[in-house]
C-alpha cells in the first residue's frame, strides 16, 4: 500500500515538472518600454507609445508583452521605470528612452542586471565607445555626426562661411555642439558663438541677440520637440535674416503647428521616412517606410508620422530579427535567453528599416550608413525632400 502510495506522489510530482517546464518553454517574452509622453518631450514619445501599439504581439511563436511607461521626460523617473522593469517584470529587453539623457541614465542599470536595451534617442554616446556596459546597449535614431555632416554639406552649397549655434544645455546640446563643431572644421565654417537654453524655458532672447551680433550667415538650432521653437522665434523678432537649421530632433506635425509661419524656410537632416512618398522608386528604405506611414496613419490619422514614431518601429523590427534566433539558445524570462538576444542583435544584418539599412558589428550598435538621411525644408507648412 505504501510502495502504491509512493508512485502516486512520484507520478504527480512528474506531472508538476512536466507541467512546470512546459511552461517555460512557452514563457511569454516580456519587454519593458519607458517613454517621454509627458514633459519637454512628449511630441517625441507620444507617437513612439502610438508605434509600439502597432506591434507584433507574438514573435518566432513565442508571445510578446509590451510594458509601457512613463517617464515624464525625467532622468530620475527613467531609471526607476528601468528598475522596476528588471525587478518586477523580469523583461528580457528595454526600449527607450526618447531624449538622450534618459537613455544614458539607463545604461548602468541594464549593464549590471545584463538586459539587452534599443535606445530611441540620438546622442552618440549611448552607443560610443564601445565597452563593458554599452556591449548591451542599442540605437535606431541616426547619430549626430551623420546628420551634422549632412547639415554642413547643405551649408557649403549654400555658401556659408559662419555659424551660429545654440542647443539645450543638456546632453542633447553638448553632444551637438561636439560632433557639429567636427564637421564645419572639416570644411572649414566657423563656428561664431555657442549659445544654450532649456527645455523648459519660454524666452531665448538674449541667446538670440548675442548670436546675432556675431553676424552668422546661418543659425543651427540643436534641441528637440517643440522647444526648439523657442530661440527660431527669439531670432526672427530680432529681424534674424539668414538661414536656420533645425536638427532631426524637431520632426514631427507638432513642431509644423506650434512654429507655425515662424519656422517656414528651415533646413534639417532627417530619416527617410518622413518624406517616404517622396523619395526615389530605388531608395532602399522606401517600401518599409510607405508601409509604416499606411498603418502608422490608419490609426492616428493623415500627416502625423514622424521620425521617432519611426525609430520605434524600427526597434521593433529589429527585435523581430533577433528573437528567432536567441530562442534557439535560451527561453524567454532567462539569462542566457537575455544574453543570446544581445548577441543576435549585434549580428543583425541587413534589416531594411524606415530610417535606414541596419548592420550592426561589435563595435557599431546603430549599424546605418549614409542612407539613413535626407536633407528636408519645411515648405507651406509641410516637409519637403531636398534631392
Not at 506635425?253 to 518624406?275: H, M, N, Y
Request: aromatic share 6%; with cysteine.
Amino acid at each position: 500500500m505504501k510502495s502504491v502510495r509512493k508512485i502516486a506522489v512520484l507520478t504527480k510530482l512528474s506531472a508538476l515538472v512536466l507541467l512546470s517546464c512546459a511552461g517555460l518553454a512557452h514563457a511569454d517574452i516580456n519587454v519593458g518600454v519607458t517613454l517621454s509622453t509627458t514633459g519637454p518631450a512628449a511630441s517625441l514619445g507620444i507617437p513612439e507609445k502610438n508605434t509600439i501599439a502597432l506591434l507584433p504581439t507574438t514573435i518566432g511563436g513565442q508571445k510578446v508583452n509590451y510594458i509601457v511607461l512613463d517617464d515624464a521626460s525625467d532622468t530620475t523617473q527613467a531609471v526607476k521605470n528601468t528598475r522596476r522593469f528588471i525587478s518586477e517584470n523580469n523583461v528580457d529587453i528595454v526600449i527607450g528612452s526618447t531624449v538622450s539623457p534618459n537613455s544614458l541614465s539607463m545604461i548602468e542599470v541594464v549593464a549590471e542586471a545584463q538586459t539587452p536595451m534599443i535606445s530611441l534617442a540620438a546622442s552618440s554616446r549611448i552607443v560610443e565607445p564601445m565597452d563593458a556596459k554599452k556591449k548591451w546597449v542599442f540605437k535606431t535614431p541616426q547619430n549626430d555626426i551623420m546628420m551634422s555632416l549632412a547639415i554642413v554639406q547643405d551649408m557649403v552649397a549654400r555658401g556659408v562661411k559662419r555659424v551660429g549655434f545654440i542647443g539645450f544645455s543638456n546632453a542633447y546640446g553638448d553632444g551637438w555642439f561636439g560632433e557639429f563643431s567636427k564637421a564645419a572644421a572639416l570644411k572649414k565654417i566657423d563656428i561664431v558663438s555657442n549659445e544654450r537654453f532649456a527645455p523648459t524655458d519660454t524666452s531665448a532672447t538674449a541667446q538670440a541677440l548675442k548670436i546675432m551680433s556675431t553676424k552668422p550667415d546661418a543659425v543651427l538650432i540643436a534641441s528637440s520637440g517643440t522647444p526648439s521653437v523657442v530661440p527660431q522665434r527669439a531670432l526672427k523678432e530680432r529681424g534674424y535674416q539668414g538661414q536656420i537649421y533645425q536638427t532631426h530632433g524637431v520632426a514631427n506635425a507638432d513642431f509644423l503647428r506650434v512654429g507655425g509661419k515662424v519656422v517656414e524656410g528651415t533646413l534639417l537632416p532627417s530619416g527617410p521616412v518622413l518624406v517616404a512618398a517622396q523619395l526615389p522608386a530605388d531608395h532602399p528604405v522606401r517600401k518599409v517606410a510607405l508601409e509604416y506611414v499606411t498603418k502608422y496613419e490608419a490609426a492616428n490619422g493623415k500627416d502625423s508620422v514622424s521620425l521617432f514614431g519611426g525609430y520605434a518601429w524600427d526597434a521593433g523590427l529589429l527585435l523581430q530579427a533577433a528573437v528567432p534566433t536567441a530562442l534557439k539558445k535560451g527561453k524567454p524570462g532567462t539569462p542566457e535567453f537575455r544574453a543570446a538576444l544581445r548577441d543576435a542583435l549585434e549580428a543583425i544584418k541587413n534589416v531594411n528599416g524606415v530610417h535606414g539599412v541596419y548592420n550592426m558589428s561589435a563595435t557599431d550598435h546603430l549599424g546605418l550608413d549614409q542612407r539613413a538621411r535626407v536633407m528636408v525644408k519645411i515648405v507651406n507648412g509641410a516637409w519637403k525632400y531636398q534631392p
